[in-house]
């Protein structure tokens, strides 16, 4: 059972994004009972493998930091806390504006005197409820994913799974968007139409998944990469012989899939994406540079050689197919187009009426209206800014504990990577945080913590990453 649940995490890894990325009902439906699936058969392996005094077998080594685990809990007590229905003295006391408003909607409920009626914070309960249940099954996935992937060819393996997953999307992409097709599983597109989405709606989120997968692809091809250089005075059949090793064609393929990525990520057109990876390159690049002592300054330098050389690739071949249409994406006619400026102000307002515990989750989509000041014919659902709408609909105090887990997290993960000397697991720790780093700064402009794929692969990230940086192979 045990395997099984690792196959099965597996293949909710390579399933998640086809569905548009998961955004379709059915599909978060179908995510959520495969992780109950899952669970059912870890708790059933677990009971199963029990000694005979009721102990577990084995303990995990590695573990979350416990502040981690109460800033976690306290976001999530949160949102089961906006569920609750409350007294209307204690609402208006805590939330006023929330108060008004379902006064206003249910005068009948909040009779003027003694504010007798029992309300929820939140405004649009069912989508809260929909929305806390997504969050939980997230935090549970990531949970069997750091207490499965657990042995070296494991966690290689799951890489690799992630990595596929990313090499599907960007090559999938650029085949429709070049074919002249233009067509996701046979759907035409009407959204993004010019730019490689793979399998997702938007632009943006398909960079935003490509953008955690690069960063991983580029520290395992770090991890198995042979670090060695001609001799001096090899002859012409010992450098044959050199290039025919299996393990430095391995490198080839992984490099080649790094760079089909990055190339997904430029022809996604997003701009935000294509600034974002030459960020990470760059924050994996200083990172290496940075650790390590004088003894290992040649490998280090090797290693910032190899990432330099792939973007090299992704650049000259970007040229080679016709970057203009990337280009024209940063035109000053069409940066004046954006919303998003506009977009933020109206949050910032909403987060200044409902402070403390917020809207409710999920509920943005419908209390972003009181704050549209134009005719704006577009349904606004997001804030273009996972900061802004998290602390609109969560509040700031449950807000700011998952802003500082998610950023409190990587300084501690980055710590412990850099007093690790195995080369895998360097490699793949580096790509899992800067590919949460890559996420982390795109949330700055748009909502990619709210696609279900990405944010599957962003709590897989920092579980790998947690699990990882505290197993011990071969140092």
């Known amino acids: ?8 995490l597996c293949a909710v890894l390579l399933f998640i994004p086809l569905p548009f990325g998961g955004v379709e009902e059915w599909a978060v439906f179908a995510f959520e009972a495969a992780v109950f699936g899952l669970f059912a058969l870890h708790v059933a392996d677990t009971i199963s493998s029990r000694g005979k005094n009721g102990e577990p077998a084995d303990a995990p080594g ?61 405004l649009v309960p ?16 990531g949970w069997l994913v750091f207490n499965h992937v657990t042995t070296k060819k494991r966690i290689e393996t799951f890489v690799l799974v992630m990595i596929g997953a990313g090499v599907f999307e960007s090559f999938y992409g650029l085949a429709e968007l070049f074919g002249g097709g233009e067509k996701i599983f046979g759907y035409k597109k009407v959204y993004h139409v010019g730019s490689a989405t793979g399998t997702f709606i938007n632009r943006n989120h398909c960079a935003g998944f ?38 430095l064609q391995k490198c080839i393929v992984y490099g080649l899939s790094a760079a089909v990525i990055g190339l997904g990520i430029c022809f996604t057109r997003s701009r935000t994406g294509i600034f974002v990876f030459f960020t990470a390159v760059f924050l994996m690049a200083v990172s290496l540079s940075m650790a390590g002592g004088r003894r290992k300054h040649s490998r280090r330098k090797r290693q910032v050689r190899i990432i330099r050389t792939v973007v090299l690739v992704v650049l000259s071949s970007a040229v080679l197919i016709g970057i203009k249409p990337v280009i ?15 977009y933020f102000r109206n949050t910032v307002e909403m987060i200044k009426d409902f402070p403390l515990l917020g809207t409710g989750a999920g509920s943005y989509v419908f209390v972003y209206g009181m704050y549209e ?27 700011a504990c998952l802003v500082l887990f998610a950023w409190g997290a990587l300084g501690w993960l980055w710590g412990r990577w850099w007093k690790r000397r195995d080369q895998l697991v360097r490699g793949i720790v580096l790509g899992c945080l800067v590919g949460v780093a890559a996420v982390l700064i795109h949330s700055l402009t748009d909502f990619n913590l709210r696609i279900p794929a990405n944010a599957v692969y962003f709590v897989t990230l920092y579980a790998l990453a947690f699990r990882v940086v505290g197993t011990k192979f071969d140092e």
């Open 126 to 141: 069912a989508l809260s409820v929909s929305e806390l249940i997504k969050y939980v099954f997230y935090f549970l996935f």
């Open 373 to 399: 000041k134009t005719c704006d014919p577009v349904l606004v659902d997001h804030a273009h800014n996972d900061y802004l709408e998290l602390a609109a609909e969560s509040g700031l105090v449950a807000a």
């Open 62 to 122: 590695p573990t979350v930091p416990l502040w981690g685990k109460w800033l976690l809990a306290v976001f999530l007590a949160a949102a089961v806390l906006q569920l609750i229905p409350l007294p209307g003295g204690m609402l208006r006391v805590i939330s006023p504006r929330t108060f008004e408003v379902h006064r206003s909607m249910h005068s009948g409920s909040f009779p003027e005197l003694g504010g007798q009626g029992w309300r929820a914070v939140s």
């Open 210 to 247: 490509l953008e955690m997968i690069l960063p991983l692809s580029l520290g395992y091809l770090l991890a198995k990469a042979d670090f060695f250089s001609f001799r001096k005075g090899m002859g012409l059949k010992d450098k044959i012989l050199w290039f025919s090793q299996e393990r």
């Open 1 to 8: 059972m045990n395997r099984a649940v690792f196959w099965g």
């Open 328 to 342: 024209e994406r940063f035109s000053w006619k069409d940066l004046m187009r954006e919303q998003r400026p506009i």
